[in-house]
């Protein structure tokens, strides 16, 4: 999709292009549709589950009480909203926040690959498991052996021509309901920074890549 105009016509027409899209049942009962948003030149982009009340309400994304966890996770390794592109695998709430189904992420999969292609993040954080099989397996990283096994271990995939390194997570509304959980995914946060400082370091795109290949960053 990019190539015609700049990134920011780009962008316009793709949240047009969310706003006005019927492919699935959540377009029923949307108040607001949830596109995204941040800088869309990011290095970092955050891939949620889906809009709850408040960012149906509001129009964007991680805006109620997980999104403040996740404002302050972003805190705690140096970086802030603006810096970071965050959208979800689905951009319309689902009803009494169910869980997105299988149909209506790929009926939103157009839109998600278009955002990353947009920005062209060198490295995207999978938040909770939908969000993490979603990238894994649909793009060349392997089998997805679910949350607890995956967070915090990096992976390579190509979406739409575009390498990026996956830093899976969980899902900071996880926390919420069991603090225990905080200081794991303050540790996969680490581990997002630690790989974003080497990304940042004398090694260029290609030194990367061989850097990830030669061995993998694992959780402590
Ligand atoms: N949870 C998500 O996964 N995404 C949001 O935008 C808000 C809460």
Known sequence: MPGTGNKFEEWERIVNAIKSCRKCRLAENRRNA???????????????????????????????AAGRLLNRLLEGIGLRREDVFITNVVK???PNNRDPKEDEIEACRPFTEAIIRLVSPRIIVTLGNHAGKFLI???????????????????????????????????????LYNPKLL??????????????????????????????????????
Not at 140 to 155: F, L, N, S, V, Y
Not at 189 to 218: N, Y
């Open 92 to 94: 319309c709430r689902p």
């Open 183 to 220: 200081p794991t995914i303050e540790n996969d946060f680490k581990i997002v920074k630690s790989v974003l400082e080497k990304e940042k370091g004398s090694r260029g795109e290609q030194g990367l890549l061989k850097w990830l290949r030669g061995g993998s960053l694992e959780r402590k």
């Open 137 to 175: 397996e649909g793009y060349g990283g392997g089998r997805w052996r679910g949350i607890t096994a995956e967070h915090g271990r990096i992976r390579k995939v190509r979406v739409k021509g575009i390498d990026v390194i996956v830093v899976p997570t969980y899902h900071p509304a996880a926390a």
């Open 34 to 64: 949830v596109p995204g948003e941040g800088n869309l030149d990011a290095a970092v982009l955050f891939l949620g589950e889906a809009p709850g009340r408040m960012e149906d309400l509001e129009g964007r994304p991680f805006v109620g």
